[in-house]
């Protein structure tokens, strides 16, 4: 018999054993930090939402009377028009559990409404450059994208194609900002953005 291959075997057995055991803890854990954190959430009455910071879309900033026989610009245009009507808010990286906390119960159904308004505005501004970029109109298309990364995206084409925009234009500097704005955002898309950027700048 090979007791070292026996010994080693058992050895391995006891270390996945115990391992298997501690992330079991660790979800236990996890779970029961979610449910007292849930249930103080639960008792948290409405709160003001003034210090939210809310989106107002500059539609007469962007190229409006370009591709206005594109069906795809237009109705990116048409679901910019209607969002100018609501209110929007950048909530990436909130939880619903966060939300109320922070916010209320109460405030739930509203602040999730925000959230995917903002959703829909980062996707259709991305959605509407790549027609621009596709077309030609390679600077018209950044104005649209800057805006969304000042409102903190996590779009990563939106960081990607004006990375690629700036530096096919000299200003590669301008990565540096973009990295930036990336290193803070709450996503979970935040270090695969600042990574990739980070390759483009040549700073791996």
């Known amino acids: 018999m090979n007791f070292g291959f026996l010994g080693a075997f ?20 996890n779970e029961q930090d979610f449910w007292t954190r849930e249930n103080q959430a639960n008792s948290v009455r409405r709160k003001p939402l003034d210090n939210l910071i809310y989106i107002r879309i500059p539609l007469e900033q962007f190229p409006t009377h370009l591709l206005n026989d594109n ?3 237009l109705e990116c245009i048409e679901t910019l028009e209607t969002l100018t ?29 925000y959230d995917q308004n903002y959703t829909l505005l980062v996707r259709t501004l991305q959605k509407w450059a790549d027609e621009l970029i596709d077309a030609g109109y390679e600077k018209e298309a950044s104005t649209i994208m800057e805006f969304a990364v000042s409102t903190n ?20 500097f301008q990565v540096e900002r973009l990295i930036h704005t990336a290193e803070g955002l709450r996503s979970s898309n935040r ?4 990574r990739h950027l980070k390759e483009k700048r040549g700073l791996t």
């Open 71 to 73: 069906s795809t610009v």
């Open 10 to 29: 058992i050895l391995f057995t006891l270390i996945i054993s115990y391992n298997l055991k501690k992330q079991a803890r660790r979800n236990r854990r």
């Open 191 to 194: 270090n695969a953005i600042v």
């Open 153 to 172: 995206t996590d779009v990563g084409n939106t960081y990607y194609r004006l990375a690629d925009y700036w530096i096919s234009h000299g200003e590669s």
């Open 85 to 113: 009507a609501q209110k929007i808010v950048n909530l990436t990286g909130w939880s619903n559990t966060d939300l109320k906390l922070e916010y209320g119960t109460a405030n739930i159904t509203v602040l999730s409404e």
